[in-house]
T-cell receptor, first 111, second 118 residues
Framework: KQEVTQIPAALSVPEGENLVLNCSFTDSAIYNLQWFRQDPGKGLTSLLLIQSSQREQTSGRLNASLDKSSGRSTLYIAASQPGDSATYLCAAKYNFNKFYFGSGTKLNVKP | GEEVAQTPKHLVRGEGQKAKLYCAPIKGHSYVFWYQQVLKNEFKFLISFQNENVFDETGMPKERFSAKCLPNSPCSLEIQATKLEDSAVYFC????????????????FGPGTRLTVL
């Protein structure tokens, strides 16, 4: 059974700090892994998509890594800002386009 | 359009009533997905479509839930005889390509429809 876990469930950091969010998945036969951001009461915003053949993807201050053999992905946020406060979700995709979501990490960046 | 559109934004139904949710995928996207988000961030996959054909319906509670994607119409998710546990935010997503076949399969999500069953 495919399961996705995110640690920590919540994180509070001062502005400017670099931080890492963790995502682990039980079945390493993934097609890809996608990181999303969800603001309160809003939908999901896609941040980064890593294909199974890739090891990392970067966009601005965000860097996502993927290690299939260990079943882990990390999202690194550099120089965090209050506007980064949101819930971050990782989702692993297996067959038939179906996502398995983690339960999310709620990030609070304090000014 | 360039965004996935979902209507209505909020829907309130009495237990046992019918609920119908709509989704307009991004123009040119062939794949549509429905997810149910309950209890904080617990996302559950319901069903996916490739154009008007059901692609994967393994997540659908078939006795009360149904979905359609007809040509030239928004996709719909219908719940007959709603129950209290159906209260959730229902998200629609679309993608242009299929996983691992012919291009990036990034899913773009709509803003969701919040269903409250009283």
């Amino acid at each position: 059974k495919q399961e996705v876990t995110q640690i920590p469930a919540a994180l509070s950091v001062p502005e400017g700090e670099n931080l890492v969010l963790n995502c682990s998945f039980t079945d390493s036969a993934i097609y890809n892994l996608q990181w999303f951001r969800q603001d309160p009461g809003k939908g999901l915003t896609s941040l980064l998509l890593i294909q199974s053949s890739q090891r990392e993807q970067t966009s601005g201050r965000l860097n996502a890594s993927l290690d299939k053999s260990s079943g882990r992905s990390t999202l690194y946020i550099a120089a965090s800002q209050p506007g980064d406060s949101a819930t971050y979700l990782c989702a692993a995709k297996y067959n038939f386009n179906k996502f398995y979501f983690g339960s999310g990490t709620k990030l609070n960046v304090k000014p | 359009g360039e965004e996935v559109a979902q209507t209505p934004k909020h829907l309130v139904r009495g237990e046992g009533q019918k609920a119908k949710l709509y989704c307009a995928p991004i123009k040119g996207h062939s794949y549509v997905f429905w997810y149910q988000q309950v209890l904080k961030n617990e996302f559950k996959f319901l069903i996916s479509f490739q154009n008007e054909n059901v692609f994967d319906e393994t997540g659908m509670p078939k006795e009360r839930f149904s979905a359609k994607c007809l040509p030239n119409s928004p996709c719909s998710l219908e719940i007959q005889a709603t129950k209290l546990e159906d209260s959730a935010v229902y998200f629609c997503a679309s993608s242009q390509f299929q996983t691992g076949i012919d291009g990036p399969d990034t899913q773009y999500f709509g803003p969701g429809t919040r269903l409250t069953v009283l």
